[in-house]
């Protein structure tokens, strides 16, 4: 089972967008696929077809400990891939796990117990460095981290990467970047083109060579509680993530 944060401490970089479409992506190749949910405002979760305010129990009630990561889960109607929903009860964590024993391991803890039920775990954290990215930075095996090919987002690139190093030497030894992913990408746009080279000559093919589109229809597809791949396959967003999904799954099978 391999888990992988996607974060980026910036907003509005297409994190959830990746998350999801990841998820559906992967699973249409055969994967087993677990989305885990660690946003207070469960966009993952209603953008997979999820009502989060019908949820009785969330990823909230596991990482507090009184629910296990099996009693919480759902399973998506359409596209394949199971869920750990959040909704706004996950804000209230990062207060009652503050004097925890363990805090930061929380969500390791919690996913040790289905590591043989899944190939992928996907883990949509919040745009913060809070408790809750923590959990999931020490959780995960590796980091995505998608952005938008734009002046301020090396800036931030740089503040997490550091944040990363920390984690690395204080929680989990084993956590590595995984991939840069280029996102809402605009291949009109100077700047874009410019940025996208900065990166591949700094992080080289750390960077994807997939790069996801600006779509309108990746833009929809959230407000009918779909991924794109659903609703709507032929659409260049949902291709581009299956392109990604395929890019993931061959990097793996080369490191075998």
């Given at each position: ?8 401490q ?35 979760t ?9 949820m ?20 998506t ?18 207060v ?7 805090r930061?391991?929380?969500l ?46 090396l ?102």
């Amino acid at each position: 089972m391999k888990i992988l944060a996607i974060t980026n401490q910036k907003g509005g970089v297409g994190k959830t967008t990746t998350c999801v479409n990841l998820a559906a992506s992967l699973a249409a190749f055969g994967s087993r696929v677990l989305l885990v949910d660690l946003d207070p405002q469960g966009n993952a979760t209603t953008g997979s077809g999820i009502d989060k305010a019908k949820m009785k129990h969330t990823i909230y009630h596991v990482l507090i400990g009184d629910k296990t990561v099996a009693e919480v889960t759902q399973k998506t109607e359409k596209s394949n891939f199971d869920v750990l929903p959040a909704n706004r009860d996950l804000a209230g964590a990062e207060v009652e796990l503050v004097n925890e024993i363990g805090r930061e391991t929380k969500l390791k803890v919690a996913l040790a117990a289905i590591k043989d039920q899944y190939d992928y775990v996907l883990l949509d954290c919040p745009p913060a460095l809070n408790l809750v990215t923590v959990n999931a930075l020490t959780a995960a095996h590796a980091v995505m981290i998608p952005m938008q090919c734009e002046y301020y987002a090396l800036e931030g690139l740089t503040d997490l990467v550091n944040t990363i190093k920390k984690v690395r030497t204080h929680l989990n030894p084993v956590l590595e970047i995984e991939g840069l992913l280029r996102t809402m990408f605009d291949n009109r746009n100077m700047l874009a083109q410019q940025v996208s080279a900065q990166l591949v000559s700094h992080f080289g093919d750390k960077v994807y060579s997939t790069l996801i589109p600006r779509n309108v229809r990746l833009a929809e597809a959230p407000s009918y509680g779909m991924p794109a791949l659903i609703y709507d396959k032929s659409s260049k967003g949902a291709q581009a993530y299956l392109q990604l999904a395929e890019e993931i799954l061959g990097r793996e099978k080369a490191k075998q």
